[in-house]
């Protein structure tokens, strides 16, 4: 299974209390585009958004109505006075765990405001690894439920009730889920139509045929008594295209030995 699946589990209902924590300037800033893919943030640092993705290509996006984001406060599903949102780890052991009933709360508000059949996600070390493919089949949906853990993370039975789809970053550990769902967030939504000014780029770039992508220059033609590739200032569009082809098969052979055996296994089967 590459692909997020719906979950299964069926949201409680929706909670009269939303958060009320402003949205900043960016997000929201048309609360009835329905039909905009949407990116909602369950996260105990709302603060932290829409960081890096307020600036730039998604900054615009976002401004024009591309998408749309949508942070959910854990914090304001707290328990108690002190709205906590976390316990000791059942059996002993370091860190704090994040309480399932403070967690469902907060996913069945947000997810009463998503197409059901957008997928609920868990950014987790223990997680299936991001991968551009991932990205190109989140980018054709209504958008994705993200969950940033923070300390040692969620509680496993929230994850099971609600069938939650772990993904990672990689083979690292964050503090947490933030700059993971940061990411994510990022590598679907430039693959969302219009948000990259020229969309053939995306066809070009590295893994979107499994390869990762050809050495690329620019003026000057001689920099430090380097020159650019005499192909590439030839004019000669086959002949680029050919030696590009060539180049990132040599690099995607000598870096990436997993890309490079499906990637011939493929071709073979062609
Ligand atoms: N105790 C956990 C790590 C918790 S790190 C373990 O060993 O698996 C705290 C939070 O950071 C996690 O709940 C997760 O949301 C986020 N996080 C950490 N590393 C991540 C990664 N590689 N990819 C995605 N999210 C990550």
């Not at 939650?164 to 690292?172: A, K, P, Y």
Request: with cysteine; glycine share 10%.
């Amino acid at each position: 299974m590459d692909e997020p699946k719906t979950p299964t589990a069926k949201s409680h209902g929706r909670k009269t209390i939303r958060p009320s924590l402003k949205p900043r300037e960016l997000m929201d800033p048309h609360p009835e585009l329905v039909h905009v893919w949407k990116a909602q943030v369950i996260t105990l640092l709302p603060e932290a958004f829409p960081g890096i993705l307020g600036h730039s290509l998604t900054g615009r996006a976002l401004k024009d109505g591309l998408w749309q984001l949508e942070t959910v406060a854990l914090r304001q599903f707290g328990e108690g006075k002190h709205r906590n949102v976390d316990d000791t780890p059942a059996g002993g052991g370091a860190g704090m765990v994040l309480r399932p009933d403070v967690m469902a709360a907060a996913i069945d508000d947000a997810r009463a405001r998503i197409a059901p059949v957008a997928p609920l996600i868990y950014l987790s070390p223990r997680g299936r690894p991001l991968n551009q493919k991932m990205a190109k089949s989140l980018a054709t949906g209504p958008g994705m439920t993200l969950i940033c853990g923070r300390f040692e993370g969620l509680d496993q039975r929230v994850i099971d009730h609600y069938n939650i789809f772990e993904v990672s970053l990689g083979d690292f550990v964050l503090t947490g889920g933030e700059i993971a769902a940061q990411a994510m967030i990022d590598a679907t939504v430039r693959l969302l139509p219009g948000v990259l000014g020229n969309e053939a780029s995306t066809e070009e770039e590295s893994f979107s045929d499994g390869l990762l992508e050809h050495p690329q220059y620019t003026r000057p033609a001689e920099w430090r008594g380097l020159e650019i590739p005499p192909v590439l200032m030839s004019g000669h569009h086959g002949e680029i295209a050919k030696w590009r082809q060539a180049q990132s098969e040599e690099l995607t052979q000598k870096r990436r030995p997993d890309l490079w055996s499906a990637y011939s296994a493929r071709n073979k089967a062609d």
